[in-house]
Structure formats: C-alpha cells, structure tokens
C-alpha cells in the first residue's frame, strides 16, 4: 500500500495545484467559447449583409460570361443621389464599355425626367464614351417612359428604340411654384420676410411675383431648354424632323408617333436589340444598384427631415 508523503503542508501544494490546473481548463473553455461565437457573429453578419444587399454586385466587378451585351437601367427620376444619379449611371456605363468582352451597351430607361444638370453629365459622358470607343454602340431601348431629362440622356444614343406604347418626348423645361400671398391677405396674415439685396426674396411664395421677376425666371427657364433643345439636335442630326410643329414645346407622342417623328428609331425590346442588333443574346447587367443601408439612409433622412418639420409646426414656429 503507498504510503502518504510525511512532509508537512502537502495537503495545500496538493490542493494548489489542483486549483491552478481547474482554472486552466476554465481559461482554456472560455476562451474557445469566445472564439466559435466571435465566428458566428461574423457568419451571421456576413450571411446578413449579403441578403440586404450591403455586399455583393456594385457594377464594377462582373463575372466573365465570353461574349455579351453590357446592360445598363436608368430607372425613376433623375436626381443627385439614389440609383438614378449621374454618378452611378455613368460609372455603370464606363465599366460596360471598358469590359473587352461587350460588344455593344444597352441602356434600359424608364424616367419621367428630373435633374438638367445631372441628365447633361449622363449625356455628355456617352458622349465621350461613344467617341472613346467607337467600335463598340450604345442602343437606348425604352420601357414605358423617356419623357424629359430621360430622353436628352437618350439622345445620345446611337439609335433609340421603344414600345408603340411608350411615352416619349417632353423636350421642355419647368418651374413649380405657388403663391399664397392673396389667400393671406382675405385671412389678414402678414408677411414679414426681411432681406439684404431687393431679390433676395425672388420667388417668394408669400408675396405677389413682380414682373421683372417673373421675366427672370423664365430667361432663366428658356436658356436651360435651349441647351436640352441643342442637345437633341446634336444627338439625333438629320433623323429628327425639327420642323415638326409643337416637337420642342414640351408635348409627349407614343412611342409609334415618335417613329414617325424622327425622335426615336424603331420599335424594339432589350433582348431583341441584344439578338438582332448587337449579335450578342447574353446580357450582363452592370447597373449599380442602391444597397439597403443607402436607401436606409436616406428613408431615415426624409423621415429626420418630416419629423423636424412636424415638430416646428407643432410648437407654432413660423
């Protein structure tokens, strides 16, 4: 039988140990513990960004297919931010003409319109391209709408086509407004605008437009729809039949009409420009699309910005 160590205090030593080599195992435990929930966490953040579209396609990275035709969706209105921006359309653009396996770009447009400024970018950018690259055609193929700002981003195209039913057209320039100023006259409110330069307060809706004001605006109005007037006729030349009565005064035709009218250039589909025209049936999409967190943003911005609003109108201010 063994016997028992004789020294004094082995008991403690032996109890010590023990101890050091439980907590270890602890450490050890907890430690692997840390680590394999620390992988799930990134596994399910990553699964999770990938589904809300915070990772993955962003127009600049596309998967080789051979042979194909770049495609490129305008969609909803023109503006300085969100999918329709020229920053996006015109990135998504300059990849689908750099990739060397695109034979020919299509540009997919369903716009009502919206900014002059960033529809004159989008068109002066196909234009650079189309001179940059002159081998490889850019086709604008309509879906229901190219009215406005949509269609001088169109009239760049090499050739434009459409639906008999799409609406095309509105070759205009427009100012929104209203004028309150009688209504609170009947109702007895003063207008109490101040200001520092006697234009200051030009298009104020609380008071009566002056003429010269009016006049303003629409040289102002007039010199903009010269350049989308321009921009037209550079891009369509001898197509267009610019005599046609009303054709820059802002109307809309049906897309048949507009055949006949020389502002587009037949009727036609996406997947038939990509078949017959380009000889290339494979499409790749180089759209950008807006991720989830941007449109997050900007829905958490406009909701910030009515509730700011609601708030003042609720506390009285003025």
């Known amino acids: 039988m063994d016997q028992l160590p004789s020294q004094p205090g082995w008991e403690r030593e032996l109890v010590t140990k023990l101890a050091q080599s439980n907590l270890k195992e602890q450490r050890a435990r907890r430690r692997w513990s840390i680590f394999f929930r620390l ?16 990772v993955g396609h962003d127009g600049a990275s596309i998967d080789r297919r051979g042979v194909h035709t770049a495609l490129v969706t305008l969609d909803g209105e023109i503006s300085d931010h969100g999918k329709a921006s020229a920053e996006n ?30 529809s004159s970018r989008i068109y002066n950018e196909i234009r650079r391209l189309r001179k940059n690259h002159q081998d490889k055609p850019l086709y604008v193929v309509v879906d229901e709408l190219c009215a406005s700002g949509g269609y001088f981003v169109a009239a760049a195209a090499d050739k434009i086509f459409v639906d008999g039913a799409s609406l095309v057209g509105s070759i205009g320039v427009i100012y929104h407004g209203f004028g309150v100023d009688k209504a609170m006259e009947k109702l007895g409110v003063e207008n109490r605008t101040v200001t520092a330069g006697e234009n200051k307060a030009f298009l104020d809706p609380f008071s009566p437009m002056k003429p010269e004001h009016k006049a303003h605006l629409e040289a102002m109005l007039g010199d903009v729809h010269q350049q989308f007037v321009k921009a037209v006729k550079d891009g369509r030349g001898e197509r267009l039949k610019a005599n046609t009565p009303g054709l820059f005064t802002g109307l809309v035709w049906s897309g048949n009409k507009a055949v006949e009218l020389g502002l587009v250039d037949g009727i036609n589909t996406v997947e038939g420009v990509a078949r017959d025209i380009s000889k290339a049936p494979d499409l790749v999409d180089y759209t950008i699309e807006e991720n989830a967190f941007d449109k997050f943003a900007r829905k958490l911005g406009t909701s910030f910005g009515a509730g700011v609003v609601q708030a003042v109108q609720k506390s009285g201010w003025k």
């Open 89 to 118: 359309i015109n990135a998504a653009l300059n990849a689908a003409f750099d990739d060397p396996d695109s034979v020919a770009v299509v540009l997919n447009i369903n716009s009502p319109g919206g900014s002059p400024v960033q």
């Open 39 to 54: 992988m799930w966490l990134v596994l399910a953040i990553a699964v999770f960004a990938a589904a809300m579209g915070w």
